[in-house]
DNA sequence: TTGTAAGCGTTATCAC
DNA sequence: GTGATAACGCTTACAA
C-alpha cells in the first residue's frame, strides 16, 4: 500500500517532518540542498525516506516568497513565428532549464513589450532576456531593478550577446561580388533593428571597396517578413532601366519572399537572378533551390545570453566583460551563381 | 518630484498602506480586485492614488501562495519547430494572458513529458494543456489533481478539443478523387498519434467508398517531418512497378518533404505527381507550386482548450460537455491537378 | 467601514 | 545537530 496523495492537498515539509519524527526546519535543511546544512547521517536519511514515501515535492512558490527569487527568467522576442527567434529561445530554454530556471515567453507581436514587462515584473520574474527591440527605448523605468541580458543590440546599460552582423553583409557581398555581379541591390528592414543595420552597412562597405554603389531605388525597405520580400523583389523585378542580377536580403524571411516572387515572375534562379538571404533558418533548405544565405548561431546566441544572465543572478556583483561578437558564415546553396553573360535586362 | 523605486526593495502594500494612512489589510481589500470587498469611497481613492503614486505593483508569488494558486498553466506540445503547434500554443497564449495567466511552454522535444511535468508540478501550475501527447500513457500519477485539458487526443478521463481529423483524411480523398486521381499514396507518421490516425482512416475509407485500396507499399511511414517526407517520396518515386500519380501526407511537414523530393528528381508537381498536406502551416504558402493542404484551425484549437481550462479553474465543479471537433476545410492551391492522361509509369 | 490577526509553505537565524 | 521562531507579501475571516 503506497501512500496516496489525495489531491486534496500537496505533501508539504510539515507532513514529512511528522512522518519521519523531526522538525520542520530540519526537513528544509535536508531538502533545500543548502550545502552547508550539518545534519546528522541518520536523520537525514530518515528525512529522504519519509519524502519519498510521500512523495514529497518543495513549493517553489513558497520558496520564491521567502528568498525573494522566482527562479524564472522573462524572454522576450519581437515574434516566434520567424524561426530564427524560435531558435534563440530554444538556445536560452535549455540553459535555464536546465539550471532549474522557468521562462516566461513573451510574443511583442501579441502585446507591446511594455505590458509584457509589466506582467514579467508583477511575477516577480529574476531577469530578462530582450532580443532584438530596442531596450533603450523601452519606458525608462521599465527595467529598473531587474537583471537584463541584450541579443543582437548594443548597450552600455546592460550586457548583451550579438552576431557579427556587418561581417554577415561583408561575407554577403563578397560572395556576390566573387561572383562577378555589379548590378546588385539590397532588400532591408524597415524597422529599425540594429543588427538589421549592421548587415546593411556591412554589406554596403564592402560593395564600395570594389567601387560599386547601390542607387537609391535599389535599396528597398520592408518589413521582415516573407509578403514583405514578395513584394519587394516585384518592385525591384518591375523597374523599368535594367534590374539587378543579384539581390541581398536583410533576413531569410525577406529573401524567402523574394524568391517566391522571382518564381512567380518566371525568373530563373539562379540564373537570372541571384539570392542571399540571412540567418540560416530551416526554412532555406526547405525550398527549391535551396537559399544561399549567412548563418547566424541562433541557439549559441540564445544561451549565451542566459548563460550571461544566470551568471549575474548568481553573483549580482561581478562585472560583465563584453564579448565578442559570435562569428556567422556563408552557407553557399541554391540561389547564387555567375550572372548570365549577356543580360541587358 | 516623482517617488523613486528604489531598486533595492519594491513596494509592498505595507507601503502603500503607511502612504494612505489606512491599514494594509484596507489596500489588500482595494486592490485585491475582489468583488465583495464594501469600502468607501473616500479610503478607495486614497488608497488607488497612493499605489499608483509609489509605483506599487501586486506580487504574484505571495497572492499565490495564500491563494493557492500561481495563476500559471503549462502547456506541453510535442516539437515547437512544427509550426502547427506553435499556433496552437499562440491560440493559448492570447486567451490565457489576458485573463491573467502566464504560460510555461514545454517542448517534449528537449525533455521527456514526465520531467516536464514534474517541473511543472512543482511550480504549482494550475492547470495544464497537453497537445497530441499521448496523455494517458504519462505515468498514472503524472497528472494527479491537476486540470488538463487535451487537444487533439481522445480521453474519457480529461476533457480536451479536437479537430475533424478523419474529416480532414476525407477531404483529402474526395479532391484526389474528383481530380481523376486512381493510384493514391498515403505518406503516414510513423509515431502513434491519434489525429493521425485518423486522418489516414479518413481517407483510406474515402478511398475505399470508390473501390480504391492502397498497396501496403504506399503506405509509408515517417517521423513527421520535412526530412522524412522528402525520403518517403523518395522510396515512392522508386518503386518499380508504376508509381502513385498522387500522395496524401499526413502532415505540411511531411507533404513540404515531399515536394522537395519531386523537384529534386526533376517530377514536375502538380503535372506528374499530386500532392496533398494537412495542417495549412504558413509555410505552405511559402513553397512554389504553394502546397494544396487541408486547413486546420490551430489556434483557435488552441484558444478553446484554454478556455476550457480556464472556466474548469474558475468553477472546477461544472461537468464538461465534450464539444464537436472543430471542422477543417480544403485549400486547394498548386501542387494538385488532374492526373496526366497517358502516364503509364 | 476598517483594523487585527492568523495563516499560506518555505527559508534562515538563533538558541538549545 | 536540531528545533523554535520570525519573516516573505498577501488574502481573508473576524472583531471593533
Not at 107 to 115: E, I, V, Y
Not at 176 to 192: K, Y
Not at 280 to 299: F, G, H, K, N, S
Not at 318 to 326: G, T, V, Y
Request: with cysteine.
Amino acid at each position: 500500500m503506497t501512500p496516496r496523495s489525495h489531491a486534496s492537498r500537496s505533501i508539504t515539509t510539515h507532513d514529512v517532518a511528522a512522518h519521519a519524527g523531526v522538525s520542520q526546519a530540519t526537513v528544509s535543511l535536508v531538502l533545500g540542498g543548502n550545502p552547508r546544512a550539518r545534519v546528522a547521517q541518520a536523520t537525514r536519511e530518515r528525512v529522504v525516506r519519509a519524502a519519498r514515501d510521500l512523495g514529497y515535492r518543495p513549493n517553489i512558490v513558497a520558496r520564491s516568497l521567502v528568498r525573494g527569487r522566482s527562479y524564472t527568467i522573462g524572454v522576450v522576442v519581437p515574434e516566434l513565428s520567424n524561426p530564427f527567434f524560435l531558435d534563440v529561445v530554444s538556445g536560452i530554454q535549455k540553459v535555464a532549464v536546465e539550471a532549474g530556471y522557468a521562462v516566461l515567453l513573451c510574443d511583442a507581436r501579441d502585446t507591446s513589450p511594455g505590458r509584457h514587462l509589466e506582467a514579467l515584473r508583477g511575477r516577480q520574474v529574476d531577469g530578462i532576456v530582450i532580443d532584438a527591440l530596442g531596450a533603450e527605448s523601452l519606458p525608462a523605468d521599465a527595467l529598473d531593478g531587474l537583471e537584463v541580458v541584450l541579443v543582437d543590440e548594443p548597450s552600455e546599460r546592460w550586457p548583451g550577446v550579438a552576431s557579427d552582423a556587418p561581417g554577415a553583409g561583408r561575407l554577403a557581398a563578397e560572395h556576390l561580388l566573387g561572383l562577378g555581379h555589379r548590378r546588385i541591390a539590397f532588400v532591408g528592414p524597415a524597422t529599425d533593428v540594429h543588427t538589421f543595420r549592421m548587415r546593411e552597412r556591412g554589406f554596403v562597405a564592402r560593395l564600395r571597396e570594389d567601387g560599386i554603389s547601390l542607387p537609391s531605388d535599389w535599396l528597398r525597405r520592408a518589413q521582415p517578413s516573407i509578403a514583405a520580400g514578395q513584394a519587394a523583389m516585384r518592385a525591384l523585378l518591375a523597374m523599368k532601366d535594367g534590374r539587378p542580377t543579384a539581390v541581398f536580403c536583410a533576413n531569410d524571411l525577406l529573401a524567402l519572399g523574394a524568391l517566391k516572387a522571382c518564381l512567380a515572375a518566371g525568373v530563373r534562379v539562379p540564373a537570372e537572378m541571384s539570392l542571399v538571404g540571412c540567418d540560416d533558418i530551416e526554412l532555406a533548405r526547405v525550398v527549391t533551390p535551396e537559399l544561399t544565405t549567412v548563418a547566424v548561431p541562433a541557439r549559441e546566441l540564445g544561451a549565451r545570453a542566459a548563460r550571461i544572465l544566470l551568471r549575474r543572478l548568481e553573483k549580482p556583483s561581478e562585472p560583465h566583460k563584453p564579448q565578442k561578437p559570435l562569428p556567422v558564415r556563408l552557407a553557399v546553396r541554391g540561389t547564387t551563381a555567375r550572372p548570365q553573360p549577356e543580360t541587358e535586362r
